[in-house]
């Protein structure tokens, strides 16, 4: 939606509604245990109505039970009570539609042009051509909501959303920034991690393990669970280009090495290195959706291959994933069908969901670098050997889907097959090809 923006110069707001989960009544009986300084707290707040049922624990703590009026911020109802209000608000006054491939998301055609408004929680973002619709929608959703406290509203060119920096300021494109995500990152680290450089995030046996390294102490395992957590955060939204040294260092914070910390030492001196880097997205055509995948055949320890997608509107990887399969193949073909199913779900949404927006997709495009994948994904039980019968589920399931013209897939040379990035830890030119081309 944020590429759609730039694309459409759209005019961009955010909006935070700090008072929401006071808005929504709780829907069933809820109690909550306040103890210590809570207790005495709310006692403060107002002695006559609470002080009363000041009563104290085994250990003598001051405990005062409540019974919740109001959805309380991190309890499991609050934002899905505030999905139902804020959801029901904008449906019934205000005339919106849900899209129904993502019930956060909703539409109006406004003046002949399209508002859109999603949010996460209580986080919302709004958009329009005409800035004064996001001025007219933002006062009526602070008429509701913002009633116990103000709305905080962003307008302009860059925003800061769900950790995330927006920022529009280049014409019909949006770069994806966390810097002050990444230096916050970086400046926590021990002193002397950073005095090497590192030119990729990975080495080449980034997939190997040696069961007899020793296992980190306690503290380097926390350490280590800590920044691969933070890096799958940071991956996910601004640095797609460290995702396959994360999908693995994922698979390995419950059983760190000596060999698991030194590759995460890597991709942080990568890291550091890249530290002013950021994800840039612009549009091609919003009418068709171009799709790698690829993958590796058995490169893990268990013999597993490992799956490689993307997913570009034109610069710049909107939707990138690198994965372990989750089942033993018995040749780089049927891996390369594997991993098609594995995207495929994604694919398939996004088709859906795009065209629940509005946009008539014209080609949904799977470009892939296995010939022998694409004929049985095109041609399922006519490409059908003795080798591939007991495949019959998986690739029939995307040949019903070419066939009903959902994905086309065509063929791509090795050398610029974008997905090949995420499936191994790539070296020099060919990293930083395919790397410039998934950043934008």
Not at 33 to 45: E, F, H, Q
Not at 144 to 156: N, V
Not at 246 to 275: G, W
């Amino acid at each position: 939606t944020s590429l759609i923006d730039a694309e459409e110069r759209r005019k961009v707001a955010t909006v935070d509604s700090p008072g929401a989960f006071m808005h929504s009544d709780m829907d069933e009986l809820v109690h909550v245990r306040m103890s210590g300084p809570m207790a005495t707290l709310l006692v403060r707040v107002d002695p006559a109505k609470y002080r009363k049922y000041l009563v104290k624990d085994k250990k003598g703590n001051d405990v005062v039970y409540v019974e919740l009026a109001k959805a309380l911020y991190g309890t499991c109802q609050a934002a899905l009570l505030f999905w139902e209000n804020l959801s029901s608000f904008l449906i019934e006054e205000l005339g919106f539609t849900l899209n129904k491939y993502d019930k956060c998301v909703a539409n109006k055609m406004i003046d002949g042009k399209q508002c859109t408004i999603l949010w996460h929680v209580d986080d919302l973002k709004i958009s329009h051509v005409d800035d004064n619709v996001n001025t007219n929608i933002i006062e009526l959703i602070n008429g509701e909501f913002g009633q116990e406290a103000p709305l905080t509203i962003t307008r302009g060119k860059v925003h800061d959303y769900l950790g995330m920096t927006l920022d529009y300021t280049e014409k019909g494109k949006v770069k994806i920034k966390m810097l002050d995500y990444v230096k916050k990152m970086l400046d926590d680290l021990p002193e002397g991690m950073l005095d090497d450089e590192s030119p990729t995030p990975a080495a080449n046996h980034l997939f190997t393990v040696d069961d007899n390294k020793p296992k980190v102490d306690e503290k380097r395992a926390q350490f280590f669970h800590t920044y691969v957590a933070k890096t799958l955060f940071l991956c996910k939204r601004a640095r797609p280009d460290l995702q396959t040294a994360v999908a693995f260092l994922c698979t390995r914070v419950k059983s760190c090495d000596e060999d698991d910390y030194k590759k995460l030492i890597r991709m942080l001196q990568f890291l550091h290195a890249t530290r002013d880097d950021f994800l840039t997205l612009s549009v091609t055509s919003l009418h068709n959706v171009r799709w790698w995948v690829d993958a590796s055949y058995a490169v893990h320890p268990d013999m597993k291959s490992h799956t490689g997608g993307a997913m570009s509107l034109g610069a710049g990887v909107i939707y990138g994933t690198s994965k372990r399969q989750k089942l033993n193949t018995k040749s780089s073909t049927e891996a390369e069908v594997v991993g098609t199913d594995d995207v495929m779900p994604q694919m398939l949404w996004t088709l859906y969901f795009l065209e629940a927006q509005g946009y008539k997709i014209d080609d949904n495009l799977l470009y892939q670098d296995n010939k022998s994948s694409i004929l049985l994904e095109t041609n399922g039980r006519g490409s059908s050997g003795k080798r591939t019968r007991h495949m019959n589920v998986r690739y029939f399931c995307i040949a019903d889907r070419v066939k009903s013209k959902e994905i086309r897939i065509e063929y791509c040379p090795t050398g610029i097959m974008l997905a090949d990035y995420f499936t191994k830890p790539l070296q020099g030119l060919l990293f930083r090809q395919l790397r410039d081309m998934i950043m934008g």
